[in-house]
């Protein structure tokens, strides 16, 4: 046979003849050494292949050679392209299994164990996007393996089964579900033309918590951060400070900006060695003990001079309500305001504030005594490891891990802070803070002129990418590290020394520090800061609104002019969708429009009724 057909036959004595052959023959395995005969015996046949169009027996190459006969040519090479591309793909995807089977232990090995172990150890973010866990985060979490948990004694594992909460399940996340996410301005609203929130992608509280890096950030240079005390410190008329802050000379604000990798600086506290201990801003001893257990995490507000309307976290997840801490701190003044409208129970909590009242403030401005716990958390929670500052007046409305999450471990960053909506130059922030009368104009020029003398300059696209110069700084997020730490305390420094309006020493410290190590501070929109909590009055201008409310007079429902019902005449029709003949006026004349074929006739209205003249 020619043509196509010759595609799928085989000469008769190529592999030699089946029935010819002994079954043993067949594969040649087992068949005993033999010396070989003069005459070469026929080569045994070779195995049917068991991917054979026809099967095992011999249908196959018929088939095979009938469909190449009655196929045309073009079919012909369609066909065996498609046997090639099949070949292909079964020869990929084989090599890929055999590769994921035989690859030895490495980094795809951990990979492995890492979606393992989940639920048991934090991961971090390599560069292919993909977390790893590692393998010495199980003992440094408070774990064990598996060996070590058989030898634990029953109370160490309730100890373990009550940490459980704390690490969320197995999460395997190949890319971040947030990486293609634009963010989008806010929605226009002509109602509400100041700045409003904008879209911002958290992950769910489960994936947030697994993300969590397994180790502290990398402080650089800066490894160990000691804190000034002077028990026998007298106060003293001065310029520089006050008895709380130390007062620190020139001198010793220049040396605290020389980063080593051992330092001590004033940071408040100085009149002891335990904060909140004799030192000023003192607190009772079952809340210290209290705030050195908090672990972790802690959400922390203020209220002093009764200045705020205490506001509840909302959207708070189960996890993040045994795991984090949420403290209020209040002065006397407060708690007697609060006690007179909410009840505090004998755990002193208010909802899920933990309520820590103040006493021997050290400053009589209620503003400058909310600036120890905003910027000295590090101080009074010496064993935490992440803080959420939020200001008295707002009102958290996101969990605190969907936060974290968002605005550090996701940029690998140790601190947050949001940008002014409006201004970016502190030269324009002292401006508004003197029209706004937020503080005394006299110190606000001497700092600027201070900072001016240093180098101060307006802001400008030179400086990127630092995006502003000037914070809202009503929330803080960040990681307790000796760099960060260091920050916060030099940043109370400058507070202490000048003005309370902390946005305007904001950039100073954070420049000079930038100009020392690889640091600095992320600053994040506005917009996005007002998407996790919710701003409010303060307790003096609601009152205020309130009054003026109550002070206008009640207004009037509109005035509404009915008019008088016409009178129908007696004869009027009062069937729906007839015309009635309306009465009309005396002394006005007008003409009937009839039909071209009646004559036009002049009516006269006597005594009421209508008389029709011919």
């Known amino acids: 046979m020619s043509g196509g057909a010759s595609l799928g036959l085989r000469p008769s004595g190529s592999y030699g003849s089946l029935p010819q ?57 369609l066909l065996l392209l498609l046997v090639a591309v099949a070949v292909a793909f079964c020869f990929l995807f084989s ?11 490495g980094v795809e090995t951990m990979l492995v164990f890492s979606d393992h172990v989940r639920s048991f150890v934090n991961p971090v973010w390599t560069s292919s996007g993909r977390p790893v866990a590692q393998r010495d985060s199980l003992t440094a979490n408070g774990l064990s393996t598996g060996s070590q948990m058989e030898r634990q004694s029953d109370s160490s594992q309730k100890q373990v089964e009550g940490l459980i909460w704390s690490f969320p399940p197995a999460v395997v996340l190949n890319h971040h579900p947030c990486e293609n996410f634009s963010l989008s301005p806010p929605p226009i609203d002509r109602k509400r033309t100041g700045p409003r929130p904008c879209p911002v992608c958290y992950l ?19 490894q160990r951060l000691n804190y000034m005390s002077e028990e026998n410190l007298v106060s003293k008329d001065s310029n520089g400070g006050s008895l709380f802050g130390g007062y620190p000379s020139l001198e010793e604000r220049d040396k605290s900006y020389d980063i080593k990798d051992l330092m001590t600086v004033h940071c408040g506290f100085v009149r002891g060695k335990i904060p909140g201990l004799n030192t000023g801003f003192d607190v009772d001893e079952a809340d210290r003990s209290e705030m050195q257990q908090c672990q972790r995490t802690v959400v922390a507000s203020a209220i002093f001079g009764n200045y705020d309307i205490l506001q ?29 409208s909410t009840t505090i129970d004998h755990t002193k909590r208010i909802g899920l504030w933990r309520v820590v009242v103040v006493r021997n403030l050290p400053y009589s401005d209620a503003r400058r005594n909310g600036k120890v716990p905003k910027l000295l958390l590090h101080r009074l929670f010496p064993n935490v490891r992440y803080s959420i500052w939020i200001d008295g007046k ?39 803070n003197k029209a706004g009368g937020k503080y005394d104009n006299a110190s606000i020029d001497y700092q600027i002129e201070f900072y001016k003398r240093e180098g101060l300059t307006h802001y400008s696209s030179a400086k990127l990418p630092i995006t502003s110069d000037v914070p809202e700084g009503c929330v803080i997020i960040r ?30 410290v954070r420049d000079k520090i930038r100009s020392r190590v690889n640091w600095t501070a992320d600053m994040f929109l506005d917009c996005e800061r007002r998407d996790f909590v919710v701003q409010s009055y303060h307790r003096e201008l609601l009152e205020q609104r309130q009054a003026t409310l109550r002070s206008r007079p009640p207004l009037r429902p509109p005035m509404v002019q009915i008019q008088p019902r016409k009178m129908l005449p007696d004869n009027a029709s009062k069937e729906p969708g007839k015309a009635s ?8 004349r007008t003409r009937d429009k009839k039909s071209s074929s009646k004559r036009s006739h002049r009516t006269k209205v006597v005594g009421g009724k209508e008389a029709i003249q011919l």
């Open 204 to 222: 769910p509280v489960e994936q947030a918590l697994a993300l969590r890096p397994a180790q502290p950030s990398a402080s650089p240079v800066l």
């Open 21 to 77: 052959q002994p079954q043993q023959q067949l594969g040649g395995c087992h068949s005993s050494p033999s010396p070989a005969p003069s005459v070469s015996p026929p080569l045994a046949a070779r195995k049917p292949a068991k991917m054979s169009l026809g099967g095992a027996g011999g249908g196959g190459p018929r088939v095979f050679a009938r469909i190449c006969m009655l196929a045309g040519r073009r079919q012909r090479m």
């Open 312 to 340: 509840q976290p909302e959207n708070i997840s189960e996890s993040s309500k045994d795991t984090v801490c949420f403290f209020m701190f209040l002065d006397e003044e407060t708690e007697a305001a609060l006690k007179n």
């Open 95 to 105: 090599s890929l299994v055999s590769k994921d089977e035989d690859t030895s232990p």
């Open 581 to 588: 003949s309306a009465k009309k006026l005396p002394g006005k």
């Open 394 to 432: 707002l009102k958290l409305v996101r969990d605190p891990y969907q936060v974290l999450e968002r605005f550090l471990w996701r940029k690998n960053v140790s601190f947050a802070i949001s940008r002014h909506y409006r201004r970016f130059d502190v030269y324009e922030e002292a401006e508004a």
């Open 479 to 508: 990681e307790h590290i000796p760099i960060t730490n260091l920050f916060t305390c030099l940043w109370f420094n400058e507070v202490d020394r000048f003005t309370s309006r902390d946005q305007l020493s904001f950039s100073t």
